[in-house]
């Protein structure tokens, strides 16, 4: 848990890529395996992808499988999301927080926007 600060987000077309970033602080990377969450508007923010504290194992949803790919280099505290073929439904504010988080965590940042054109 700490301070994050998500980057990285943008208007793309349909089929186009970003890398999202998470700059953390605090304790979020010394004690908690992270995810990358999202929530479009009138829906429920929902994690897309976790990776445990090593990097070693990594957990997607099945509606980003095979398109997003989540990363972490704790050396430098940072969290990834690199993004590919990225369709509509993927329009949505992304955010970073420790895997697992709810709605009513304390810690989230302010997210990055995510829009993607048809």
């Known amino acids: 848990q700490g301070h994050v600060v998500e980057s990285g987000g943008g208007l793309v077309q349909a089929g186009g890529s970003l890398r999202l970033s998470c700059a953390a602080s605090?304790?979020?990377?010394?004690?908690?395996?992270m995810g990358w969450f999202r929530q479009a508007p009138g829906k429920e923010r929902r994690e897309v992808a976790a990776?445990?504290?090593?990097?070693?194992?990594?957990y997607y949803d099945e509606s980003v499988k095979g398109r997003f790919t989540i990363s972490r280099d704790n050396a430098k505290s940072m969290l990834y999301l690199q993004m590919n073929s990225l369709k509509p439904e993927d329009t949505a504010v992304y955010y970073c927080?420790?895997?697992?988080?709810?709605?009513?965590?304390?810690?989230w940042g302010q997210g990055t926007q995510v829009t993607v054109s048809s």
């Open positions: 990776i445990s504290w090593s990097g070693s194992n990594a």
């Open positions: 927080a420790p895997q697992g988080a709810t709605p009513d965590y304390t810690y």
């Open positions: 605090g304790r979020t990377f010394s004690s908690y395996a």
